[in-house]
């Protein structure tokens, strides 16, 4: 198993911006970050393995996932916040198969941290 921690969460305002940061045991074959906002499912926000990326629609242009060369710490740049980018996020990975944004299909996860944007 890896062990995931993330940082980075707080409150800001919309239009602000946050850098989300989570550490990772070991190095891993593809991560993402994930979000679940209260009384709503958990969603995919931004995978990315071997430098390709992929987001969900609502963040594309606003939100940059990226890794170091060591492939254990994941970072993601969100830029442009708005009220429904508020949610728990979740740093996530998984050893092999698809790198996709369906979160269940990821083994092992964070403790989360919350965005919260007013």
């Known amino acids: 198993d890896v062990q995931l921690v993330e940082s980075g969460g707080g409150s800001v305002r919309t239009g602000g911006s946050l850098r989300l940061s989570c550490v990772a045991s070991?190095?891993?074959?593809?991560m993402g970050w994930f979000r679940q906002a209260p009384v709503k499912g958990r969603e995919g926000v931004a995978v990315?393995?071997?430098?390709?990326?992929s987001y969900t629609d609502s963040v594309k242009g606003r939100f940059t996932i990226s890794q170091d060369n060591a492939k254990s710490n994941l970072y993601l740049q969100m830029n442009s916040l708005k009220p429904e980018d508020t949610a728990t996020y979740y740093c996530?990975?998984?050893?092999?198969?698809?790198?996709?944004?369906?979160?269940?299909?990821?083994?092992?996860w964070g403790q989360g941290t919350q965005v919260t944007v007013s």
């Open positions: 996530a990975a998984r050893r092999r198969g698809s790198c996709l944004l369906d979160w269940t299909l990821y083994e092992n």
């Open positions: 990315i393995t071997d430098g390709t990326t």
């Open positions: 070991r190095s891993t074959y593809c």
